[in-house]
């Protein structure tokens, strides 16, 4: 009896290393596959495509002023008046600047460093959370549904500072996500979430460290543990941000004076919640503007999302769990704020990105955990909705196999579409005929994962209704952002005729005409690039950047003008061409 106890120990024992070796390795399995999902999405997009809008290159132009002339405390820009004061504080132009050091050189890709690694490691942070407090299943849908979302791919693959600052504030409230429930913060915990919370305050403004510390609060208070809220260390966190984030803003402010507080106090943070349409930025909407844009943003993970939504809220046993509510008050506290600003923008919601992925985790693996879900979901409206939605993806199949085989359709569509949208007609129709192959595949994918997802449905096959989700997103995504977003960009982007002007000009004196000044021109423009003046002399031989259609209206004392070449591509509304001009 004793040998067989000794055995059966042994046994067990066995049983529990292989059972732990067995997690480590689905664990290491499951990391290294979203590092992988990453790369896939973010990667080609941030690499192949040039810089062809406003917001870019104008962050690419305060890094390269940090790196040749050393504007680290006080960032600033290139601006048609010479230079100004960057419009957000210095912490994602900090790394950009570090990593195109390393790089040997300022670029596109070193620009958009700081958004691909740290939205990557959000991904991965919400992984790594999500299964301390839910399941390994729930985790791991999460991070996959946040990586795949339109408005994350967006912004991880681009040189903003808005991926930077969600990364920061994810990164906190996720601190602050376990230590809900009485547990609090450890000082272990605390001091790197207030740190991050500092860096997020560097990266946008008080915005950083506020919103996540009214998700808290409200948090607390709704759950009636408001008397908790020591656990925190609140006191510990004012000190370190203010350390932080407002010793910059004072050493700031020493260097800048009154145009700092104008810029970076007034405009940036007080004029664009509550009166941005003073600032004629063009962000102003409507309070309800964020619904159909959180909605779009989110795709193609919405409806999973509104049914979870559905389901925390209407189960009495979801709402009293700590973590759950936590997560609706961080999407309701973040919506809510933004909805309240006078400026919006879709890219102003990613803060909430990673809680409504964690929600959407949580609400499948219970779907899949589950051998019936909900009625509703296999009722009419459900199957109408993905019968409508594939219908949508089949659109757009057809209409490239029709453009291939002469029938042009696109060209049809003109008197649908807004006047802007009509006039990229012939730009979209010539990117498809280029990579009409590419296209076809990935189309032909998405519908196919489609088709699959409507089958996994009406069998309520889960996993297998959330595999084909994934698929059909990285499909999309890829074909959006990997495919057709270098192609446009290649096709409105100045640098090759700014590289053709700087090797034409070889070091001649070159300046931009008064009202010509554009943000990726300056970026691809030659070293030394000024501005022109009015009534300045000039010597021989002098050349000017001026839009195209001014060239006849240059007034520089009756000089005679020669228009040496003209951009194929345009400034960022895709309207006008760049000339290269020389005075004689």
């Given at each position: 009896m004793v040998e067989n106890l000794g055995r059966n120990s042994n046994s067990r024992r066995e049983h529990r290393r292989y059972a732990s070796r067995t997690r480590r390795l689905d664990a290491i399995a499951a990391g290294?596959?979203?590092?992988?999902?990453?790369?896939?999405?973010?990667?080609p997009p941030a690499v192949l495509t040039p810089f062809f809008t406003k917001g870019e290159p104008r962050e690419a132009l305060v890094v390269r002023r940090m790196v040749e002339?050393?504007?680290?405390?006080?960032?600033?820009?290139?601006?048609?008046?010479?230079?100004?004061?960057?419009?957000?504080?210095?912490?994602?132009?900090?790394?950009a600047a570090l990593t195109s050091e390393v790089a040997g050189g300022i670029g596109e890709l070193s620009v958009r460093a700081p958004s691909l690694a740290l939205g990557s490691a959000t991904v991965l942070l919400v992984w790594i959370v999500g299964r301390r407090w839910l399941s390994p299943t729930a985790a791991l849908g999460a991070a996959?549904?946040?990586a795949t979302t339109f408005e994350w791919v967006r912004a991880v693959s681009s040189a903003r500072v808005d991926a930077t600052l969600t990364a920061l504030m994810a990164g906190a409230?996720?601190?602050?996500?376990?230590?809900?429930?009485?547990?609090?913060?450890?000082?272990?915990?605390?001091?790197?979430?207030?740190?991050?919370?500092?860096?997020?305050?560097?990266?946008?403004?008080?915005?950083?460290?506020v919103l996540p510390g009214l998700v808290l609060v409200i948090a607390l208070v709704l759950g009636g543990e408001i008397r908790l809220l020591p656990r925190f260390r609140p006191?510990?966190?004012?000190?370190?941000v203010l350390t932080i984030a407002g010793?910059?803003?004072?050493?700031?402010?020493?260097?800048?004076?009154?145009p700092f507080v104008r810029k970076h106090i007034l405009k940036e943070n007080v004029f664009r919640f509550l009166a941005a349409a003073t600032l004629k930025s063009g962000h102003v909407h409507a309070f309800y503007y964020y619904l159909p844009t959180f909605a779009a943003g989110f795709l193609p993970w919405t409806p999973f999302l509104v049914a979870a939504l559905v389901a925390a809220l209407r189960d009495p046993i979801a709402r009293a769990d700590a973590r759950v509510r936590f997560l609706l008050v961080w999407i309701g506290v973040v919506f809510l704020f933004y909805s309240a600003a006078s400026a919006k923008r879709s890219v102003y919601l990613l803060a909430l990105y990673p809680a409504a992925a964690l929600l959407t985790g949580w609400w499948w693996a219970r779907l899949a955990a589950s051998a019936r879900g909900p009625r509703w979901l296999s009722g009419r409206l459900a199957q109408l909705t993905i019968f409508i939605t594939a219908v949508v993806l089949m659109l757009p199949l057809g209409l490239v196999i029709a453009e291939a085989a002469g029938l042009a359709p696109i060209a049809h569509l003109g008197p649908l579409l807004h006047p802007k949208d009509q006039a990229n007609l012939p730009l979209v129709a010539a990117i498809i005929d280029q990579l009409l192959p590419a296209t076809l595949a990935a189309l032909t994918v998405m519908v196919a994962?489609?088709?699959?997802?409507?089958?996994?449905l009406r069998r309520n096959d889960w996993r297998r209704l959330f595999i084909a989700t994934a698929v059909l997103a990285v499909g999309l995504w890829t074909t959006v952002f990997a495919i057709f977003q270098p192609a446009l960009a290649e096709r409105r982007t100045l640098a090759p005729f700014l590289a053709e002007v700087t090797e034409r000009v070889a070091g001649d004196p070159l300046y931009f005409y008064p009202g010509t000044f554009d943000f990726?021109?300056?970026?691809?423009?030659?070293?030394?690039?000024?501005?022109?003046?009015?009534?300045?002399?000039?010597?021989?031989?002098v050349y000017l950047l001026v839009w195209e259609d001014e060239t006849k209206t240059i007034d520089v004392d009756s000089a005679a003008v020669e228009v040496l070449a003209t951009s194929e591509g345009t400034d960022p509304k895709g309207v006008r061409h760049l000339s290269l001009v020389r005075l004689h």
């Open positions: 290294a596959g979203l590092l992988l999902l990453c790369a896939v999405v973010y990667v002339q050393g504007d680290w405390i006080l960032p600033k820009r290139s601006s048609e008046n010479g230079w100004t004061i960057a419009s957000k504080p210095p912490f994602f132009h900090w790394l996959v549904v946040l409230l996720l601190l602050f996500w376990g230590g809900i429930g009485g547990r609090g913060l450890p000082l272990a915990e605390a001091v790197p979430a207030y740190v991050l919370l500092a860096c997020a305050a560097l990266t946008k403004g008080p915005v950083g460290c006191i510990l966190g004012a000190m370190i010793g910059w803003y004072l050493v700031a402010w020493r260097l800048g004076g009154d994962a489609l088709m699959v997802a409507l089958v996994a990726g021109a300056a970026f691809y423009a030659p070293v030394g690039t000024r501005h022109w003046r009015a009534g300045q002399r000039h010597g021989e031989p």
